[in-house]
């Protein structure tokens, strides 16, 4: 039977105490959890918000320091606290006190490794040096009455400090703050290193394209220089054919080297540049041949990007030296959109068509042969349109593998 004299319903306020606490602290590591996810990539602005949601939701002055990687200098720190007063003050603070790694609470805990909860009544921090006087004194004019300050770790290696300051308020940090504030550090910690194994890789994977860039346009003045060697105007073609086949790869790769990330090329631009190249290359009077493109994928994945602009090399190479002979003018086109089950790419123009007795079955020239042979790559289908000049028709999957 239900006793209101029991000790469970006279321990009820405290419990439903509890239960807030619990809530509100699940609150915010869900809160900067979210963030974390969305900013894994900028651990600095990943920071800003963790500062700021934990001022916020907490009432706290709130500070993050980040170390750089060698452990020899303070990288970033971030602070907020609701009160925008108190908050511009300790920003300007910061800016002509800044904090050193090996001096006041950063040394403290890199020295010791472990968390400390503290009052800031009486001299207990300007004593050992773990506060300047600066910060001493801006501590007293805003009350506060306790800090807390806990490592950010990677592998037992202390990589920066969390810290919170209550302000005015008789209410001390306890035990069960310091395991979830630590739970919050573990959080940024594993975001900090999987930020910076990322940005690693990217800098990896830049100096790889930029490598292989600068190498393809080796290859290419060489033949550009041996080209001029050539007197055959037949040898000086294929020398040409060649070169531009190489720039379309460079291309790829000097696009990958300016862009921000590299899960796929950006073939709009991409396509946009080959082609430019293109009719520059073949010195074409844009006034005669009009161009027009329409690319309705943002991207495309760095081997099909490669095989899309060898194919649209050919094709589009084709059309301007043979479709427009002396002074006749046209239309150049080229559409490369994605369909539900699969992207269609076209390449038309309304020259003079096609030889009648060109080998549909594409074994006349290797440019020909090369075509069928990239189509083949991306595991799709070659329609060729006689009617109003030319038009290439390829149809691929989404995912050619």
């Given amino acids: 039977m239900y006793n209101d004299n029991s000790a469970i319903s006279g321990n009820l306020p405290d419990i439903k105490k509890l239960l807030d606490e619990e809530k509100k602290r699940l609150e915010i590591f869900t809160s900067i959890a979210h963030s974390c996810v969305?900013?894994?990539?900028?651990?600095?602005e990943m920071l800003a918000v963790s500062v700021r949601k934990l001022a916020e939701l907490t009432k706290d002055l709130s500070v993050i320091c980040l170390f750089t990687t060698d452990g020899k200098n303070i990288d970033t720190t971030?602070?907020?606290?609701?009160?925008?007063?108190?908050r511009k003050e300790l920003w300007e603070l910061q800016k002509d006190y800044p904090l050193f790694i090996h001096e006041g609470i950063p040394g403290e805990v890199i020295k010791t490794g472990l968390p400390f909860i503290?009052?800031?009544?009486?001299d207990k921090f300007i004593s050992p040096g773990l506060l300047s006087l600066e910060y001493k004194l801006f501590l007293e004019k805003y009350f506060f009455s306790g800090m807390i300050v806990l490592p950010i770790?990677?592998?037992?290696?202390?990589?920066?400090?969390?810290?919170?300051?209550?302000?005015?308020?008789?209410?001390t940090y306890t035990n069960e703050d310091?395991?979830?504030?630590?739970?919050?550090?573990?959080?940024?910690?594993?975001?900090?290193r999987n930020s910076r194994l990322y940005n690693e890789k990217e800098i990896l994977l830049r100096e790889m394209h930029h490598r292989i860039k600068n190498n393809l346009?080796?290859?290419?003045?060489?033949?550009?220089?041996?080209?001029?060697?050539?007197?055959?105007?037949?040898?000086?073609?294929?020398?040409?054919?060649?070169?531009?086949?190489?720039?379309?790869?460079?291309?790829?790769?000097?696009?990958?080297?300016?862009?921000?990330?590299?899960?796929?090329?950006?073939?709009?631009?991409?396509?946009?540049d080959l082609v430019i190249y293109l009719f520059r290359t073949y010195n074409i009077n844009t006034s005669h041949v009009k161009l027009n493109i329409n690319v309705g994928l943002p991207s495309l994945p760095i081997d099909i990007s490669v095989t899309c602009g060898l194919i649209i090399n050919e094709l589009i190479s084709n059309a301007l030296k043979y479709a427009?002979?002396?002074?006749?003018?046209?239309?150049?086109?080229?559409?490369?959109?994605?369909?539900?089950?699969?992207?269609k790419l076209v390449v038309s123009d309304n020259g003079i068509g096609l030889p009648e007795k060109?080998?549909?079955?594409?074994?006349?020239?290797?440019?020909l042969l090369l075509i069928q042979t990239l189509v083949d790559q991306l595991n799709g289908t070659l329609e060729v349109v006689r009617k109003n000049g030319a038009k290439f028709i390829i149809r691929f999957p989404h995912n050619s593998d």
């Fill in 78 to 86: 971030s602070s907020y606290h609701p009160d925008d007063k108190l």
């Fill in 178 to 192: 310091q395991n979830f504030l630590k739970s919050i550090a573990n959080l940024l910690a594993s975001v900090i």
């Fill in 118 to 122: 503290v009052s800031l009544d009486g």
């Fill in 358 to 367: 060109m080998n549909m079955e594409f074994k006349d020239t290797f440019g």
């Fill in 324 to 343: 427009f002979p002396g002074d006749r003018s046209g239309n150049v086109t080229l559409s490369l959109v994605k369909f539900p089950k699969q992207n």
């Fill in 153 to 171: 770790s990677i592998n037992n290696k202390t990589i920066g400090i969390l810290c919170l300051s209550r302000i005015d308020s008789a209410v």
């Fill in 38 to 44: 969305d900013l894994t990539i900028n651990y600095k």
């Fill in 217 to 272: 346009q080796v290859i290419s003045s060489l033949l550009s220089i041996q080209s001029d060697y050539v007197t055959d105007e037949e040898s000086h073609k294929l020398f040409l054919n060649s070169l531009n086949r190489i720039r379309v790869m460079s291309m790829i790769h000097d696009n990958l080297h300016q862009a921000d990330n590299f899960s796929g090329v950006d073939i709009n631009k991409y396509l946009k």
